[in-house]
């Protein structure tokens, strides 16, 4: 029997539907890649008995012939996601131990389709970072290594050990969220494919705040196709989140395929940043290349606030996230570290609870919302980010369908390596990605080739709001003509 | 815009957050370079541009005022640090 861990997630449900093995045994292979892959630290907590037990309820429904969209098909879930008496912490020690009483929307949207569970996947803590580095477990690491040399690298973030684990093969699919690059970054770093699909899309509800106004939740996976599947069931009205959209969920899958003959493609000239490496214009140029041969039209197009997205970026999240972060006090739930008094205690509990970069973005949140500054601060970037997705509306009013762009500035880099003295330094790495989340707009990372270091580059399709579907077409051209990565074991 | 030691305590008093004193030079060059990157946006001209609310435009659904959830004190205090009968215990509030 083939290696089950290295079937597309397509394959595996339409073999299980043909009994050609059971969900229990497609389970107990990734049970059992999961404990060899240990070294990645990809999952923050390994589920095998639910996993077994969702797998054996599959079994019984392909049994009877009535297997469900996603009967047993194998998921890692990122740790933002909350699930019900399966420990949830955000990667943060101040969520302790805690154990949910609900799971969260989409969680609960993978299960009622017959999805099994593997385990909970590492991130950054809070998902602020861009390298999985800040994770209270220790950093995700790639399954990739540059050619000739066994540096660990870092699987990008914050939703590294998504990617990790869906490179590595230890689940077929998993979640992940995206507040400003969180899902296409980290697929890009690891030569897979995610969706960030336009904000209301999915709800947000059960899954830990970070910046509500940007946050949206999407799959990591290994094909277009596979990222599709998992949308289709991820997406979805929910009455429990006021910003979930109530559109019909179109069927993505049938999107795969589908001819991109005619469609106009926009290359934002302003994303041809200074110092940009030469191998990354060339991996974007054979982007559009394989688009034009397809029967695109390419056409180059202007963003002229893209400069401004980042800073913007960098007030409006944090201040969101001072916000929403203020629930962890150490009263109801989490971690307590005791005080003299109430005040003192909280200013404990948050003290030992948030790590590094965490304490920097609440600090920066809190003083740009601070008395004196707000109008300075807060209403400024959020004016900005007005005149940021106006430049959005007036390229796709003007006909394009979907944008071109690389989806980060570089390949993976080395543990350790970025973001020491000045945290502006790893911010950077999200200048293509984070445009997208302040406009609001659904953008997929699709593997475009190998770097001369034999790292997996990244490439970005940003299309309309809601226009998902024109995404997953153009993708899986570019999925063609590319081919699919996969790293060398080493682990 | 640049922070001193003196404001870098206060936005940790606001943020609840307890900072030690070795810390408060380290924390005043991290904040400061990330407000010398978004000092950028003052170049930008956003006279008579509107603050963005909602990015994808759609109207809040509102729901009838009425209780859908309740009953439940078990679940609400299954991961409280401290509680007893049906209460978070917290430490002295009042003097």
Redesign the interface.
Do not use: D
């Given at each position: 029997m083939t290696d089950l861990t290295s079937l597309t997630l397509a394959d595996a449900r339409e073999r299980l539907r043909r009994r050609e093995f059971s969900a229990a045994e497609l389970a107990e292979a990734h049970l059992t890649a999961m404990e060899e892959a240990r070294a990645l630290n990809a999952y923050v907590l390994e589920t095998p008995d639910r996993a077994r037990a969702m797998a054996q309820a599959a079994d019984a429904r392909l049994a009877a012939g009535d297997a469900r969209p996603l009967e047993g098909v194998v998921l890692g879930v990122k740790d933002m996601f909350a699930t019900k008496d399966v420990r949830t912490t955000a990667c943060s020690r101040i969520l302790d131990n805690f154990l949910p009483t609900y799971e969260s929307t989409v969680g609960a949207n993978l299960w009622r389709d017959g999805a099994v569970m593997l385990g909970k996947l590492n991130n950054d803590e809070f998902a602020m970072g861009s390298s999985n580095e800040s994770s209270f477990f220790g950093p995700a690491i790639s399954p990739w290594h540059r050619r000739g040399a066994n540096t660990p690298l870092v699987p990008g973030g914050s939703s590294g050990g998504s990617a990790a684990a869906v490179a590595a093969q230890l689940c077929l699919g998993a979640t992940g969220t995206d507040t400003g690059g969180s899902i296409r970054q980290p697929a890009a770093f690891t030569g897979i494919v995610g969706i960030k699909p336009t904000y209301g899309r999915c709800s947000r509800w059960g899954i830990v705040a970070f910046a509500s106004s940007l946050d949206q939740a999407g799959p990591l996976a290994r094909t277009v196709r596979d990222a599709a599947i998992l949308l289709t069931s991820m997406a979805g009205h929910d009455p429990k989140d006021t910003t979930s959209v109530d559109l019909p969920v179109p069927d993505y899958e049938a999107a795969v395929g589908r001819s991109i003959k005619g469609m106009k493609i926009g290359i934002p000239k302003e994303y041809r940043v200074e110092g940009m490496a030469s191998e990354i214009e060339k991996l974007w140029e054979r982007g559009a290349q394989w688009l034009a041969s397809a029967g695109a039209e390419i056409v180059t197009v202007s963003l002229p606030h893209t400069k401004y997205a980042l800073p913007a970026y960098y007030i409006v999240a944090p201040a969101e996230a001072s916000s929403n972060l203020a629930r962890y006090d150490g009263v109801r739930y989490g971690l307590r570290i005791p005080g003299r008094d109430v005040a003192d205690m909280y200013q404990n509990t948050r003290a030992a609870g948030f790590g590094k970069e965490v304490r920097r973005r609440i600090m920066i949140g809190t003083y740009v919302l601070s008395a004196g500054y707000y109008d300075a601060y807060y209403l400024r970037a959020q004016k900005v980010r007005t005149l940021i997705k106006h430049d959005f509306d007036q390229v796709f009013a003007a006909g394009v369908d979907a944008i071109l762009a690389p989806a980060t500035p570089s390949a993976a880099f080395a543990i350790g390596e970025k973001g020491g003295d000045d945290p502006v330094e790893m911010y950077l790495n999200d200048v293509f990605t984070v445009p997208v989340n302040l406009a609001g707009l659904p953008g997929i990372s699709v593997p475009g080739g190998l770097s001369a270091e034999g790292l997996p580059l990244g490439l970005q399709l940003i299309g309309r709001p809601f226009g998902e579907e024109t995404l997953f077409s153009l993708g899986n051209v570019l999925e063609q003509a590319a081919g699919r990565l996969s790293p060398q074991r080493w682990w | 815009?640049s922070?001193d030691p003196e404001?870098?305590r206060r936005?940790?008093q606001?943020?609840?957050?307890?900072?030690a004193e070795h810390e408060i030079e380290h924390?005043r060059?991290?904040?400061n370079?990330?407000?010398a990157?978004?000092?950028?946006?003052?170049e930008?001209n956003?006279e008579g541009?509107?603050?963005?609310?909602?990015?994808?435009p759609?109207e809040?659904?509102k729901?009838p005022d009425v209780v859908t959830d309740g009953g439940?004190p078990d679940?609400?205090l299954?991961?409280?640090?401290?509680a007893e009968e049906d209460f978070?215990v917290?430490?002295?509030?009042v003097e």
């Open positions: - | 815009m922070v404001t870098v936005i940790a606001l943020a609840r957050i307890a900072v924390l060059g991290e904040l370079a990330i407000l990157f978004v000092e950028q946006l003052s930008v956003v541009v509107e603050p963005m609310t909602s990015v994808i759609i809040m659904r729901r439940i679940a609400i299954k991961n409280a640090p401290a978070f917290v430490p002295k509030v």
